[in-house]
């Protein structure tokens, strides 16, 4: 059974930071193509950023130079550091693998908020 647990959001002030976590179970991790995507309120979920199995990434424009994916293989475990966090970064972020498989985990609320 494959899970996905995503967890270290919360509420912080603009500007600053947040890390994320993704704890994958139930599947073979390390050669996969994992990705952050993240749903505002009434908008679709869009891809944030993703990492191959060969350690290449990319950004989406919106983050590029903010944020930065990387991956534990050993943990099968997803990050994401978010630096200069803006209130257009809150969302709900989740993990999944690129493209996006059927299964989805809770979430983790990030709200960016003076």
């Known amino acids: 059974q494959v899970r996905l647990v995503e967890s270290g959001g919360g509420l912080v002030q603009p500007g600053g930071s947040l890390r994320l976590s993704c704890a994958a179970s139930?599947?073979?991790?390390?050669?996969?193509?994992m990705a952050w995507y993240r749903q505002a309120p009434g908008e679709q979920r869009d891809l944030v950023a993703s990492i191959t199995g060969g350690y290449n990434t990319e950004y989406a424009d919106s983050v590029k130079g903010r944020f930065t994916v990387s991956r534990d293989n050993a943990k099968k475990t997803l990050y994401l550091q978010m630096n200069n966090l803006k209130p257009e970064d809150t969302a709900v972020y989740y993990c999944?693998?690129?493209?996006?498989?059927?299964?989805w985990g809770q979430g983790t609320q990030v709200t960016v908020s003076s």
């Open positions: 999944n693998r690129r493209p996006a498989a059927a299964y």
């Open positions: 139930g599947i073979s991790f390390s050669p996969l193509f």
